[in-house]
């Protein structure tokens, strides 16, 4: 079955930097768009960066652009989120998202990951 899996969150001082995987299986990525949301303590689920099939164009939330970079590597079947400039806002589980729609919006999710915890401290 399809699935995909997050990692490399983890607790991380404000200014600081993570990167974060999502390894998918079970399905070809290149067919979708991939991205990732986040959902902080007590409040709904956003979008954060999303990136076109074949990598060609991507989109940011305006509370991470200019510090997040979302990339993917077809071949490898994954794709990444590097998280710089961090704050304490950020703090939030990040979830990996797919969409055969193929659109780095990512309008209809497809299949979702469980989740990757960080942590930002101040």
């Known amino acids: 079955q399809v699935q995909l899996v997050e990692s490399g969150g983890g607790l991380v001082q404000a200014g600081g930097s993570l990167k974060l995987s999502c390894a998918v299986s079970?399905?070809?990525?290149?067919?979708?768009?991939m991205g990732w949301f986040r959902q902080a303590p007590g409040k709904e689920r956003e979008f954060v960066s999303g990136?076109?099939?074949?990598?060609?164009?991507?989109y940011y939330a305006d509370s991470v652009k200019g510090r997040f970079t979302i990339s993917r590597d077809n071949a490898r079947n994954t794709v990444y989120l590097q998280m710089n400039s961090l704050k304490p806002e950020d703090t939030a589980v990040y979830y990996c998202?797919?969409?055969?729609?193929?659109?780095?919006?990512?309008?209809?999710?497809?299949?979702w990951g469980k989740g990757t915890l960080v942590t930002v401290s101040s």
């Open positions: 998202a797919a969409d055969l729609g193929g659109s780095e919006y990512l309008r209809s999710v497809n299949y």
């Open positions: 079970g399905v070809t990525s290149s067919r979708y768009a």
């Open positions: 990136i076109r099939r074949n990598g060609g164009s991507t």
